[in-house]
Each structure stands twice: as structure tokens, then as C-alpha cells.
């Protein structure tokens, strides 16, 4: 009890429990499986996102060019597929997956071979990949009657139906499939693994983990190829949830949402700590607070102030109480 | 401080390789008056934004509020630019009115921004994330989403005016510029930035007064995105909240193009406005050469990349040169063996 009492993630389940009671004694209808389902289905890509930056941020890395990158694979794709007349998923995921990992890997080699801080190459990265992707493969955006169907089915398709008093039929989206099987494989590769042991001890002090004798490059090979790959994924999903594929779409909101939700979930900007289900509640709180407030009574107008409201105050508590911790062991570390 | 001093000559000789170079070839279009003022139009309202950065990153950290504070700090101008007709004040009196409430405005922001940073402890990138939510969110409430309109025509002097032929905002950019030159290097307060972000347990026990530095360098940041919020308004003679998005990670990239350390501990206000100019210039060579803007976005990572790149093997070879020297001068000093 006094372990979980410690727990960024039982406070940050508490606020979320709270919040969701708040909004159904206003609203019951927040409170329907059909509503969990519609929520799970369209913040399931962002969780994804944040699942990948979590991982960067955890071996005390910055990466802020994942949404470039999934604009980029998405585009890309979707373009292929018209172009080459061929309506497959799989192709669509194989060829935004393998632009990912490309670009990931662009990333590591500069940060590795040429020990450039991970922000300013993935500042610079994002500017190239979708400057280059704009002047060379366009700009025109993809509507829904152009689009290729296998998109939109996989869209469409639910693991299960459940029907509704009047017979129409709602259910679980793949979505939510496709970010079970990422969050359990990053976690396994986390805790279960060597390579998540080394992440998090890079996190922690790399300099101590490269002199331990470990290739740290080929770490940080892994680790940015990664967040491509599930950036090239995202993408795919994206499309097929919006039904419409726009080069220039999300770039800079999907990544304050990402970040926000990562922090927020208790991972330490400056790497080492954090938990995946922090990142996963983090990323359940932003997403129900954001498309929530309109069941509040509360005009979208307000929607960007209280994201920005509650991220400064989750942050500002999680801090004061560290720096608190700190002063009592007389560490004058800078936090 | 030598390194600073050769960053500014790279970009020094990046600056005139480009100018010199799109001068050559475009010399009716480039050079001419027109294409020269619209630069001189265009650089201050990223310009100042990248320097704000560059104030944030001296010390540490980074400024991902700027563009936001643009916003609210033009928003609140606006409303009372916009009210001119129905104040019972003179014209010139509402304008400076209007001035000095953006101005507070952006330093109150500036000021939360700091207190988050110094007394909570929220490092700056997630403080700065929250708080540009929260400031462009207020300028959205206010505005309900849609744009102001409906000033007072003198007031379009400072967007659109010229003083002896030179752009009013560009006057005011290198003035501001000049104020900040002299706040780094001749003022205590700028002694203790550039100590502070090389390390703040040294500053500390060295009787700095950590917190205050902090709170008046995103005060001092903030102010100058609001400098910029009432050049935007005053050009584009309206205000729309989330106006210049894309500026918020060009001020970022230019400020590190410029020299600034992102940890902290180094950047200058030479090398900064150097970068602003070769942003400037490309970004207007591209533009005659008929190239889309998204070249531009190209170009700027590409440019980041490549002077990262250099900044890398020049530093090698330094390393070595040095290494080489510190060999001789050891083998010069070894005494002969007796006998």
C-alpha cells in the first residue's frame, strides 16, 4: 500500500478517476462503453507516439521529428499504392515501416557518429525529411474518394460488435490491437530484456554504460529505429482513421500532445525514469481531458487552455515534490 | 573563447559566400531596393523570437512559449487598438497604451514562465510546452477564435514605415539587438546567465541568486516576444491567435545555428544575428529563384546539419592540434640525461 502510495501512476489513475466521475455526474453520457470504445479507437495512434518517444526519452534522448516522420511514411505510402494500383494494407505498412526505420537510422548515425545533441538533429531532421517530402513527392492532399479502400476498412474493421438499443452495431477498433501488441512487446524489450536494461542505464549516466564495454551506437541505433518504425506505423493508422491523407497535417500538435502526455506520466525529461503504464495513463488523461470538455458544457475555445492548465500543474507538482525529496537529503543536485 | 570567436567567423563567411553568391547571379532582383526592405520587413518578427531563445538556452534551457506570448501579448494590443474610436484619448495615447499593456502582459507571462522554471523546478522545455498551451489557450478565450481587426492607421507605421529609407521594425530589431549585446556582456546580470548555464551549483555557491536570473531572463525572452507581437499586428494590421506557428521551431533552429549551446553556457548576440541573416538572405534568394517554400524548410535542416557537422571536425582537429603541441612542448622539456 505505501508502495503504491508512492506511485506517480496512482495518482495520476486517481486525477483520471476523479475527472471521468466529474464529467459523468454532469454528463452520464460520458459514462458508455460506446464512448471508451470511440476514445480507445481515436487515441490509440497518439499512444503509439508516445510509446516511442517514451523510449527515447528513457535513454536521456530528445527526439521531436516522429511526427515528420510518420506524415512522411503515411504520405508516402498512400501515394505508392495509388501510383503502383496495388490496394494492399500490408504493402502500406511495409513501405511506411521501412521509412521510418530509414529515417531512424539517419537520426542515430548523426547523433552517434557525430555526438550532435539528439534535439538539434531531430530539429534539423524534421525540417529535412518533410521539407524534402513536400518538394519532391507533393503536396496535394489525399481525399477520401481517392484514398485506397484497404485503408479505410482497416479503418472501419472492429474486433468486436456490440449493438445499441436501436440495432445499429458499434465495437473496438483494430486500433486498439495494434497498441496492445506494441505496448507489450516495448515493455518485454524494457524489462525483459538486456537491451531495456541498457536503456535505462544510459538514461541514467551513458558515459558509465559506454566505459561498462557496450557498443552505445548500436543502442542508439535501435532506439531511434524504433521510434521510426512505430512513427511509420502511427501514420498508416492515422490515414485510415481520418479517411484522408494531408502532407502538412499534425506535425507540430501531435508533438506537444505526445510530449505532454510522456511527461505528464511521470518519465523524467532528462532520462533514466519512467514507466510505460505512466506514459499509457498519461496519455488516457490528455485524450479524455481533451475530447471530453465538450461534455462538460465547456466551449472548445477552452480545450487548448486546460490541456496547457493541467500539464503546468501535473508538472509543477511532480517537481515541488521532488525538489522537496531532494532538500531533505541535502542534495543540491540541480532538478 | 575562441570557439566563439570562430563560429561567428564561419557564419560571418557563410553570410557574405551567400549573399556574394546569390548578389552574382541575381543582381537586378536581390540587390535592389524593394527585395532589400522587404528582408529588412520580414527578419525582426523571427528574428527577435530567436533571440528570446537564445536568452533561454545562455541559461539552460529553452523558450517553447515565445510564439504564444506573441499571440496573447498581440491579442490584448489588439483589443485595445481596436477600442481607438470609442476611447476618449488621443490616437498617439492609445497606441503607446496599447504598447505598454503587450508589453506587461508578455513580462507577466515571462515572469510565470520563470517561477515555474526557478522555484518549481520544471525543466524549461516541459515548463515552456505547458505554458505555450496555456497563454495561446487565454488568447483563443479572449478572442473566441477569430481575428481583431480595425486599428488606427498611424499605428501601421511600425509594420510598414520607414525611417531615412531604413524599415521602422528593422530599426527597432538592431536597437533591441544592441540593448541585448550590451545586457550579456557588460552587466552582472548577463555575467550571471552565462555562469548560471555553465553551472548552477557554482553559481549558487558563488552568492548568485539563481532564482531571480532565471525569473529575469523569461521575463527579459518574453518581452521581446512581445516586441514582436506589436511589429506582427502593426504589418499584418490584424491579430489572429496562433499567428507564426512556424516560427517557434525556426527561433530554435537559429538560435543553435548562431552558436548557442542548448545546455547552456555559451551564445553570443553577434553570432545569433549573424544566423538571422543567413537565414534571411537564403530564404529571399530562394523565393526569387522561384523555389516553393518547402525548400526552405530543406535548406534550414540541411544547414543545421552541415554546420554541426563542421563544428564536429573542426573541434577534432583542434583536439589533435592541440595533443600535437602539448607532445612537443613535453619532449622540449625533457632534460638531457647526465653523462
Known amino acids: ?335 | 573563447m575562441n570557439t566563439k570567436r570562430t563560429n561567428n567567423v564561419t557564419l560571418l563567411v557563410l553570410f557574405l559566400v551567400v549573399t556574394g553568391l546569390i548578389s552574382a547571379f541575381l543582381p537586378q532582383d536581390f540587390l535592389s531596393i524593394r527585395n532589400l526592405r522587404n528582408m529588412g520587413r520580414q527578419l525582426p518578427e523571427y528574428g527577435l523570437l530567436a533571440l528570446a531563445n537564445m536568452l533561454a538556452m545562455i541559461t539552460g534551457g529553452i523558450d517553447l512559449s515565445v510564439v504564444s506570448i506573441t499571440s496573447l501579448a498581440g491579442v490584448v494590443a489588439a483589443t485595445i487598438l481596436s477600442q481607438y474610436a470609442s476611447i476618449a484619448l488621443p490616437v498617439g495615447v492609445t497606441i503607446v497604451l496599447a504598447i505598454l499593456a503587450a508589453l506587461a502582459v508578455a513580462a507577466l507571462c515571462g515572469a510565470f514562465n520563470g517561477i515555474l522554471v526557478a522555484y518549481a523546478g520544471v525543466p524549461a522545455i516541459i515548463a515552456t510546452l505547458g505554458t505555450n498551451g496555456l497563454f495561446l489557450g487565454i488568447a483563443i478565450i479572449l478572442t473566441k477564435g477569430h481575428g481583431i481587426v480595425g486599428f488606427p492607421d498611424s499605428f501601421g507605421f511600425i509594420g510598414n514605415g520607414n525611417l531615412l529609407g531604413v524599415p521602422v521594425q528593422f530599426v527597432v530589431f538592431i536597437v533591441v539587438a544592441l540593448l541585448l549585446g550590451l545586457l550579456l556582456n557588460r552587466t552582472a546580470q548577463g555575467f550571471r546567465m552565462y555562469m548560471f548555464g555553465s553551472n548552477p551549483l557554482v553559481a549558487r555557491f558563488s552568492g548568485v541568486n539563481n532564482e531571480l536570473v532565471l525569473i529575469k531572463t523569461y521575463v527579459t525572452s518574453a518581452l521581446l516576444a512581445g516586441i514582436a507581437a506589436i511589429i506582427i499586428i502593426s504589418s499584418v494590421n490584424s491579430v489572429r491567435p496562433g499567428y507564426g506557428v512556424d516560427y517557434l521551431l525556426l527561433s530554435v533552429l537559429i538560435a543553435i545555428l548562431g552558436g548557442t549551446d542548448p545546455v547552456g553556457g555559451f551564445g553570443t548576440v553577434l553570432g545569433v544575428t549573424l544566423s538571422i541573416f543567413v537565414v534571411q538572405v537564403l530564404q529571399s534568394g530562394l523565393n526569387i529563384l522561384g523555389f516553393s517554400p518547402f525548400v526552405k524548410k530543406f535548406t534550414w535542416g540541411l544547414l543545421l546539419l552541415l554546420i554541426m557537422v563542421f563544428h564536429f571536425y573542426r573541434a577534432r582537429y583542434q583536439q589533435r592540434w592541440i595533443a600535437r603541441r602539448v607532445v612537443q612542448v613535453k619532449e622540449a622539456e625533457v632534460p638531457t640525461p647526465p653523462g
Open chain 1, 1 to 335: 500500500m505505501k508502495k503504491l502510495l508512492a506511485k506517480n501512476e496512482t495518482y495520476l489513475l486517481l486525477v483520471i478517476v476523479v475527472f471521468c466521475a466529474v464529467i459523468t455526474i454532469v454528463n452520464p453520457a460520458f459514462l458508455t462503453v460506446e464512448n471508451f470504445f470511440d476514445l480507445a479507437r481515436n487515441s490509440s495512434g497518439t499512444a503509439i507516439l508516445a510509446i516511442g518517444f517514451f523510449v527515447v526519452l528513457l535513454s536521456g534522448g530528445i527526439d521531436i521529428s516522429f511526427p515528420a516522420v510518420a506524415i512522411v511514411g503515411q504520405y508516402i505510402a498512400v501515394n505508392s499504392l495509388i501510383a503502383l494500383g496495388v490496394d494492399n494494407l500490408l504493402l502500406a505498412f511495409a513501405i511506411s515501416c521501412t521509412i521510418g526505420l530509414a529515417f531512424g537510422a539517419v537520426n542515430a548515425f548523426f547523433i552517434s557518429v557525430f555526438k550532435i545533441p539528439t534535439l538539434i538533429v531531430t530539429l534539423a531532421t524534421a525540417n529535412l525529411f518533410h521539407g524534402a517530402m513536400l518538394e519532391f513527392v507533393g503536396t496535394k492532399a489525399v481525399n477520401t474518394g481517392q484514398l485506397p479502400n484497404s485503408f479505410k476498412s482497416f479503418g472501419l474493421f472492429n474486433l468486436f460488435d456490440l449493438h445499441r438499443a436501436d440495432g445499429s452495431a458499434y465495437g473496438l477498433s483494430v486500433f486498439f490491437l495494434v497498441l496492445v501488441i506494441v505496448a507489450l512487446v516495448t515493455w518485454f524489450v524494457l524489462r525483459r530484456t538486456l537491451l531495456g536494461r541498457i536503456i535505462y542505464a544510459m538514461g541514467g549516466n551513458s558515459e558509465a554504460v559506454r566505459r561498462s564495454g557496450i557498443r552505445v551506437t548500436s543502442v542508439q541505433f535501435f532506439i531511434y529505429c524504433y521510434v521510426g518504425l512505430l512513427a511509420g506505423i502511427m501514420g498508416i493508422m492515422h490515414v485510415s482513421l481520418i479517411r484522408y491523407s494531408n502532407p502538412t497535417y499534425i506535425v507540430d500538435s501531435e508533438l506537444l500532445h505526445v510530449i505532454a502526455a510522456v511527461v505528464l506520466g511521470g518519465a523524467s525529461i532528462m532520462g533514466g525514469s519512467g514507466t510505460l503504464t505512466g506514459t499509457l495513463l498519461g496519455v488516457a488523461m490528455i485524450s479524455i481531458l481533451e475530447k471530453n470538455l465538450v461534455l462538460l458544457g465547456i466551449s472548445s475555445y477552452y480545450q487548448q487552455f486546460f490541456v496547457g492548465l493541467v500539464l503546468v500543474l501535473g508538472v509543477s507538482i511532480t517537481h515541488i515534490q521532488r525538489r522537496v525529496r531532494s532538500r531533505k537529503q541535502l542534495a543540491f543536485v540541480r532538478d
